[in-house]
């Protein structure tokens, strides 16, 4: 992460809200007509990419308000990974560990915004590709993480595990987690896997109720590959991409794995340290320390 990079002035700000929201689109209505009062080039749109107001809203923006919770934000993000925008977010979801502002004090932290610029945060993402018989069946870039697990049904999985093409290990569980540092604190996170610093170039790979198994959660460096060869898939096992695009998986498919650097970008009013606070305050790191306590 080049967590010193600056963007010192906007000039042309994307809201994108989310859809179905009408206090969404109200505040992002609002925002619009105060940076247009104060001479920055903004417009609205639904965060669905296939609004024919999406293209027009985005072009040429520096800087990206992203108005919902951090389901919202992911998606925006994912959409933006091949052409990065600093993303900036305004909560309107419960726990807003991605999206920082909350909706109530979105006006002081845009005057914010004008008057000093914003940190930038470079993420890395995840390139995958879910191949069948040898051909590709879907690829992109995952945000948050790659799951690999089923519906209805309680019965184990079977995984083949690569790592730069060396065999790894053979695993029964009821599924798999690929996680990025940003996603780290989803749901690898409330598998006991490792909780990663957004800024690093790595990724973490957790199995979710690993069945007789010593396979620990395993953290690898963002250059190195890692697959999944799915050898007894059942019933309604399937791969989804930050827990929002589904796909069904069969016995023998493959999904291949590694880091994307620097497609993710992030707006911060400040660098470092809220991280931790976050942490603290959702309740990652046990009860949150009392600074007055004596020890």
């Known amino acids: 992460m080049n967590a010193g990079l600056m963007m010192q002035r906007v000039r042309h700000v ?36 296939d609004d024919p107001l999406f293209a027009a809203t985005v072009d040429e923006a520096d800087l990206v308000l992203a108005l919902g919770g951090d389901g919202t934000l992911v998606s925006i993000a994912r959409h933006f990974a091949a052409d990065p925008r600093p993303l900036l977010g305004i909560n309107f979801g419960t726990v807003g560990f991605l999206a920082e502002i909350p909706a109530a004090g979105w006006e002081r932290a845009l005057e914010r915004v004008l ?38 049904l309680a019965r184990l999985a079977t995984f083949e595990l690569c790592v730069d093409e060396i065999p ?7 599924g798999l987690l690929i996680s990025t540092a940003m996603g780290s604190t989803g749901y690898t996170g409330s598998n006991r896997g490792p909780l990663i610093y957004p800024g690093l170039e790595a990724y973490a790979v957790t199995a979710i109720c690993p069945f007789m198994s010593n396979f620990l959660p395993l953290v690898l460096d963002g250059r190195t590959s890692f697959t999944i060869a799915v050898r007894e898939a059942g019933k309604e096992l399937s791969l989804t991409v930050d827990g929002q695009e589904l796909y069904p998986l069969e016995a023998g498919d493959s999904i291949h794995a590694v880091g994307s650097p620097g497609r993710i970008l992030f707006a911060r009013l400040k660098p470092g340290g809220a991280y931790y606070t976050k942490l603290s305050a959702v309740g990652f790191m046990g009860e949150p320390l009392n600074p007055g306590r004596k020890t």
């Open 168 to 174: 790894l290990s053979t695993v029964r569980a009821d």
């Open 14 to 49: 994307a809201v994108l809200g989310k859809t179905g929201r009408p206090d969404v689109q109200e505040l992002g209505g609002r925002i619009v007509e105060w940076l247009t009062a104060r001479s920055i080039k903004a417009g609205f749109s639904p965060a669905a990419s």
């Open 115 to 152: 008057e000093q610029g914003v940190y930038i945060e470079e993420c890395m993402g995840l390139q995958y590709g879910l191949y069948r018989d040898n051909r590709p069946v879907a690829a992109g870039i995952s945000v948050n993480d790659l799951a690999v697990t089923r519906g209805g």
